[in-house]
């Protein structure tokens, strides 16, 4: 059975940083794509981040491009949010998700994820 679990969140200044993990057990996850989705109070959980499985390439979030970075260590905690010059905006539960077999097309889209974490707290003081 596949289970992901995160970690590493909290909460941190703006302009500041925090890495997130994701946890992964019960499959080998090499050509699974792994993503990050955040989901704000009273907003729709949206697309943060995510890499493919089969040549790790990465895709971001406008929102997010140029002060995020996902990686994966497929020998480890298999994906990585590494957050930098957080804003107050970024303020939010952070799920890791996994998928297989799914066309790139779809890599943003909540829908075609099949495992996922159970979120962690992301906080950002202005």
């Known amino acids: 059975q596949v289970q992901l679990e995160e970690s590493g969140g909290g909460l941190a200044q703006a302009g500041g940083s925090l890495r997130l993990s994701c946890a992964a057990s019960?499959?080998?996850?090499?050509?699974?794509?792994f993503a990050w989705f955040r989901q704000a109070p009273g907003e729709e959980r949206e697309f943060v981040a995510a890499v493919r499985g089969n040549d790790g390439r990465t895709y971001y979030a406008d929102s997010v491009k140029g002060r995020f970075t996902i990686s994966r260590d497929n020998a480890k905690n298999p994906v990585y949010l590494q957050m930098d010059s957080l804003k107050s905006g970024d303020t939010a539960v952070y799920y890791c998700?996994?998928?297989?077999?799914?066309?790139?097309?779809?890599?943003?889209?909540?829908?075609?994820?099949?495992?996922w974490g159970q979120g962690t707290q992301v906080t950002v003081s202005s």
């Open positions: 019960g499959r080998t996850f090499s050509r699974y794509d």
């Open positions: 998700a996994a998928r297989t077999g799914k066309i790139l097309s779809t890599i943003r889209s909540s829908n075609d994820y099949t495992y």
